[in-house]
């Protein structure tokens, strides 16, 4: 074993295995679950991971492949960037980029202390505490003693552990290791259909205010063509954001975030809008800019007419068949980039405490596990269904979708599983079904016995129902939020 090493010379160790070729085997704790993963990589950016000898993802010259939830592969547009995350191997392969960001002008990654000497499954190492000053993390590296590979990384709060159980540098890897002969899909090109909206919003004119105390440039930075909702950056002093959304839909997300010391909202002729700044106007400054901005008649809201078909003619699509995460009794559709910060703003005005959709794009469905997995369907049909009489309990609510990217499966904490729902702007109808939601409660942790199934259609605007109850704990729901 070398003698005692700086933190300088295990960086430099480090930085001398990167850019080598490497495979492994990979075992990572990640929020309380494990796996094992086995990764080939090849320099600079050819990779594949397994699990259980199934391909996660390949990367390679001929393009970028993962698989998908429902266990398909599907192919990553050319321009797609992957910020890996969440237990990836090149976390450890790549760990040198954690001590690179004092390069930037940043604060430095400092260690904590002197390297302690370890072994790792009999390899000689050393350990080294150190913190992120962006995350202020503090994280434990082990390197390899004879060969500088990170070969275990731990915050040191015990959220995520990632450790190397065998690695090899400079094998010899097969080209086709990195190609993927296999059926795939092909994604969407996000970044080409956003142009595209872009483009469409363009062809409208920008509602652009004609007046700024200081004289100002419009850049159009996000919107959507169908609902008339944009956002537009004012290059400015201190820099400043307006942002514009049909007075009947929710605000956008990116409203959420912060980034200006100072936010005006008003509604103006169907319109709701929010300018932010980084310079506070004047009351008279204000009220000329909202005056100079050039009014636009909202589209025809989507409240009036029912969606088209959503299964492109197929009769039933399933999005989503399969046990889902829920916590706190919850899990949601919702159009993407839109939330909602209080559940019962779901169920105002409504009979029915299981489905709540009283807010447009966003749907709330309670279950009786409070914590773990439930069975549960999700489908989009051409028309109204028969009530199937064999669930124990049954809602219905009206839906109503603004945008035009459909409808995403969440779980509690906004993370989507299953397939997209192709739902056009326009109203729809979502029944709810449940069985075994008093055995869910009853159970509250774990794989919960209750199951559920949430079926859309097209459909006019018509209040909520409760079309069948049974269990003890639907009849209190059905009381609770009113």
């Not at 080939?40 to 010259?61: M, N, S």
């Not at 266990?71 to 990553?76: A, L, V």
């Not at 260690?111 to 994280?139: E, F, H, K, M």
Request: aromatic share 10%; hydrophobic share 35%; charged share 25%.
């Amino acid at each position: 074993m070398s003698d005692d090493p700086t933190w300088h010379d295990l960086r430099g160790r480090n930085y001398a295995s990167a850019g080598r070729r490497i495979t492994g085997t990979m075992r990572a704790t990640v929020g309380g679950s494990e796996f094992t993963e086995r990764f080939w990589y090849a320099p600079p950016g050819c990779w594949r991971t397994e699990r259980d000898g199934t391909p996660c993802i390949v990367y390679g010259p001929a393009g970028q492949f993962h698989r998908t939830p429902d266990g398909g592969m599907e192919r990553q547009p050319d321009n797609s960037y992957t910020m890996w995350g969440g237990g990836h191997p090149s976390q450890l392969t790549e760990a040198f980029r954690m001590w690179e960001i004092g390069q930037t002008g940043e604060p430095p990654v400092e260690p904590d202390g002197a390297p302690r000497a370890v072994s790792v499954r009999g390899r000689d190492a050393w350990q080294v505490r150190i913190r992120d000053p962006r995350l202020g993390n503090t994280i434990d590296v082990t390197f390899d003693d004879a060969t500088g590979v990170v070969v275990a990384l731990e915050l040191a709060e015990g959220s995520m552990r990632l450790e190397l159980l065998d690695f090899e540098l400079d094998p010899q890897i097969p080209d086709e290791t990195f190609a993927w002969t296999g059926p795939y899909t092909e994604r969407p090109d996000e970044w080409l259909l956003r142009r595209e909206q872009l483009q469409r919003i363009a062809e409208r004119g920008l509602p652009a205010p004609t007046y700024w105390p200081t004289g100002f440039r419009v850049d159009l930075s996000g919107g959507d063509p169908d609902t008339g909702t944009l956002t537009m950056d004012l290059a400015v002093n201190g820099g400043a954001q307006l942002t514009r959304w049909p007075a009947a839909a929710k605000a956008p997300q990116e409203l959420d975030y912060g980034g200006y010391p100072h936010e005006v909202r008003w509604e103006d002729r169907g319109w709701k809008w929010c300018l932010r700044s980084g310079h506070e106007l004047t009351d008279e400054e204000l009220s000329r800019v909202k005056e100079l901005i050039p009014h636009q008649e909202p589209s025809t809201p989507a409240k009036a007419h029912p969606g088209p078909d959503p299964t492109g003619g197929q009769g039933a699509l399933v999005a989503f068949d399969d046990r889902i995460n829920v916590a706190y009794g919850q899990f949601y559709l919702a159009e993407p980039g839109t939330s909602s910060e209080d559940m019962a703003d779901g169920f105002v005005g409504q009979r029915n405490g299981l489905c709540g959709t009283a807010e447009p794009g966003v749907a709330w469905f309670v279950t009786g596990l409070h914590t773990g997995t439930v069975a549960l369907t999700v489908e989009a049909v051409a028309d109204e269904p028969p009530v199937d009489a064999s669930w124990e309990e049954i809602v219905e609510a009206p839906l109503t979708v603004v945008g035009s990217d459909g409808l995403e499966v969440q779980e509690w904490g906004g993370d989507v599983v299953g397939d997209r729902i192709p739902l056009p702007a326009g109203t729809y109808r979502v029944r709810y079904c449940a069985a075994g939601i008093d055995a869910g409660h009853e159970t509250d942790s774990g794989d919960g016995p209750d199951r559920y199934r949430v079926t859309i259609w097209p459909a006019a605007p018509a209040p909520d129902a409760v079309v069948r109850q049974t269990s003890q704990n639907a009849a209190y729901w059905h009381t609770a939020w009113n």
